[in-house]
């Protein structure tokens, strides 16, 4: 059975459904536009600070996604890579939630907290 898709400000929603450190889950909808990072702040996903304030400057927003997801997004941006690489994350799963913008190609992604090596 196929659950409907709630409207936010007139538009359907994204869903999201994030796993934290404990592997608690959170299941949110969100709008198209929104960037992971601030959906998680807006709903006290633990492990996500956004310290920055989405400025790809702090690195509290690290979050990992399966393959399938990482098809539909642009390869990291120079600054973001280069703070990848500062915090030492090895692996190619692994992004910054603040530059990170729902599209509907998204919904239903799953998204894991993070931590840096």
Sequence with gaps: MTVPLTKLGGLEAIRIRYVDKTGKIYDIEANEGDTLMTV??????????GDCGGN??????LVRLD??????????????RELLDFLGVSEC?????CQ????????G???NVAEAD
């Design 109 to 111: 992604v799953t998204v």
């Design 93 to 97: 799963n692994h992004r910054l939630g």
């Design 100 to 107: 990170i913008a729902l599209t509907r190609d998204l919904d």
């Design 56 to 61: 790809c400057a702090c690195g509290t927003c």
């Design 40 to 49: 998680a702040t807006s709903h006290l996903v633990p492990g996500i600070g």
């Design 67 to 80: 393959q399938k997801s990482l098809n539909f997004l642009n390869a990291p941006a120079t600054t973001e």
